[in-house]
């Protein structure tokens, strides 16, 4: 039969809501019951016998329309279900790994006798292997160091994978048989985190490297027996590079996913005897790590955010067909060998919003559903919390009124986006949101979304410096430059090229700002003897100004305290312990801020 999906079902329920005038909010048809399903809650009644000349006629009349209403619903119902490409999900999953951990990073042996997988041990990850057969598990890797991106040998007898710590990095050899013929291969950059395979004869490697900073990843070819580097004829990279490929089943080609220019998903096919590439196709939505199917005639990759899903897709990025759906988080999938499976680690996550109070430095939760909640933002006048929740399969605006203890879902995004920051502007009245290559508004009354029109690119640090001119930070020519977007006119300008990132305040005294030298200047005053990351992974201002105190993490950027640091008398104070902290919005009180409540994932495998 056919397997019928959430998100078919989500869409169905859309279409009869529409049909009968029904607002989700306020619904007098059909109720959502969260996490559960639809209840059906209008009024039934039955309709009693008019004793008028014509019972009879009036009776077959109310029939025909009950009967026809019906049969319409099922026929919309029906044309929905079977139109949507989710249905041909047809593989179900087993779980290989339930560690109760962090494992990732799986790959499958050719034989079919061995899992490696990466999982953080002693604060380090570190590759594991585990007997298929027997269950029983060897920690492969057990330096002090990271492991990352370990891949068979051809024979199964030997891993290759990247080793970084704080002072090497190296592409690293060694024999599952005797861990003590490890060999060293190749001296990275210090902090090069790419990924490294074998090709198919196992005398060359194929892996992405970058030189240092934020110098983008390029991919190379080793010869193992000579030593003799090569640099590949490659697409002209962008943000962080050329990170993710796979070598196609047998053919000596490479599948290259990667952002273009305009930052969408592009798709390229490279030749590693002509060494030559041609561009495939890109897509507008967030997705990742594509690898061939196991004919090497399509592509595979993870399903757009929320990443649930694995989808297969043509060269040309059409006939898209759902693999499997799942109820977790799909990561990068891997091909099984000699077989039609695939093998990814599958995770859930859960992030809640609470507040600390100062007074009592104690957290009280403020969004806490069973999914992400994330990225609270304050508004100027304290009264209300905007923030981003996952409580359907795509993003929503919620707005959390501080005074009276409610929420409500104020926006619904329709695509799959993932969004990095969302911002009051300073009457309150527009919501800004930060996508990974874009801003939208949001109207705080009506909930309408529009979109700002500039080009697509990598954005950092959104602020709003007054109502109708927003902040951000985007690259020219190599250096993030400050940028004004003026709402009104809808046009875009350059500012001081001193400074890469403005964080604007309240007033002089609270505005913030980076000069290119990644240096920090407070109102007029250069901040001396603080060493933090400025800027978080997610491209959000990793500090923030408030009454006189600098609030920011230190390093490591994963930290378990927050530090609130005096400006005048430079005094600093430690608070606010999580295991993970995200985004903070900062008033007078006390800290609004993301937590995550629970993370695990496990390495799945598809099964026919």
């Not at 306020?26 to 000349?53: D, V």
């Not at 060897?138 to 990247?162: E, M």
Request: hydrophobic share 35%; aromatic share 12%.
């Amino acid at each position: 039969g056919q397997i019928i999906t959430d998100n078919a079902v989500n869409r169905v329920i859309t279409k009869l809501r529409k049909a009968l005038g029904d607002d989700a909010r306020n619904s007098q048809f059909i109720q959502t019951l969260p996490r559960i399903g639809y209840k059906f809650i209008a009024n039934i009644s039955s309709i009693e016998a008019n004793h008028s000349k014509k019972p009879l006629q009036q009776k077959h009349t109310s029939r025909f329309l009950i009967v026809t209403l019906m049969f319409v619903l099922l026929i919309v119902l029906y044309w929905v279900l079977t139109s949507t490409k989710e249905i041909e999900s047809t593989k179900s999953v087993l779980a290989l790994t339930r560690e109760g951990g962090i494992e990732d990073d799986a790959t499958i042996s050719p034989n079919g006798r061995y899992l490696s997988y990466r999982s953080d041990n002693d604060g380090w990850k570190r590759i594991f292997i585990k007997n298929l057969k027997t269950g029983e598990v060897t920690k492969l890797t057990v330096n002090a160091g990271d492991a990352i991106s370990g891949n068979w040998s051809a024979d199964s007898s030997k891993i290759i994978y990247i080793y970084n710590n704080k002072s090497i990095c190296q592409i690293r050899e060694i024999s599952i048989v005797n861990k003590e013929e490890e060999k060293v291969l190749h001296h990275c950059p210090i902090g090069s985190y790419g990924r490294v395979i074998y090709n198919h004869n196992n005398r060359q490697l194929i892996y992405s490297e970058k030189q240092a900073g934020e110098q983008p990843y390029l991919l190379y070819t080793l010869d193992i027996r000579s030593g003799h580097k090569q640099k590949l004829n490659q697409p002209v990279p962008f943000n962080a590079g050329h990170i993710f490929f796979d070598l196609h089943p047998t053919e000596d080609k490479l599948l290259l996913s990667s952002p273009d220019e305009k930052q969408w998903q592009a798709f390229y096919l490279m030749d590693l005897k002509t060494n030559q590439f041609t561009f495939l196709f890109n897509k507008d939505e967030y997705i990742c790590c594509a690898i061939f199917n196991h004919l090497g005639n399509k592509i595979v990759t993870m399903g757009p955010y929320p990443n649930d899903s694995l989808i297969e897709m043509d060269y040309y990025g059409n006939n898209p067909t759902t693999i499997f759906n799942s109820s977790h988080l799909v990561g990068p999938a891997k091909r099984i060998a000699n077989s039609s499976d695939y093998v990814y680690s599958g995770s859930h996550i859960n992030f809640d919003i609470s507040f600390y109070n100062f007074n009592t430095k104690e957290s009280i939760i403020i969004a806490d559903s069973s999914v992400v909640d994330r990225l609270p933002s304050i508004s100027n006048d304290q009264s209300q919390l905007a923030y981003i929740s996952m409580e359907s399969n795509t993003a929503q605006v919620w707005l959390y009124d501080v005074n009276i203890h409610s929420k409500k879902q104020l926006s619904l995004f329709s695509d799959h986006q993932y969004y990095l920051d969302i911002q009051f502007s300073p009457n309150d009245k527009t919501l800004s949101v930060l996508m990974r290559y874009g801003i939208r508004m949001v109207d705080v009354k009506t909930g309408a979304i529009s979109q700002i029109k500039i080009p697509q690119q990598a954005i950092r640090g959104m602020t709003w410096y007054d109502n109708e001119t927003l902040s951000f930070s985007i690259k020219v020519n190599g250096k993030w430059r400050v940028h004004h977007y003026f709402v009104e006119s809808d046009s875009l300008e350059m500012m001081d090229e001193k400074w890469a990132y403005a964080k604007y305040g309240k007033n002089k005294q609270e505005s913030a700002f980076i000069d290119q030298n990644n240096e920090l200047f407070i109102g007029n005053n250069h901040v001396n003897g603080i060493t933090f990351n400025m800027m978080d992974h997610n491209r959000v201002f990793n500090f923030q100004t408030k009454d006189g105190y600098l609030y920011y993490r230190p390093e490591p950027s994963l930290s378990l305290n927050v530090i609130k640091k005096n400006l005048n008398t430079q005094q600093s104070e430690f608070f606010l312990e999580s295991e993970y902290l995200t985004k903070m919005s900062i008033v007078t009180s006390g800290v609004y801020y993301t937590h995550m409540k629970g993370q695990n994932s496990d390495i799945f495998r598809t099964s026919n």
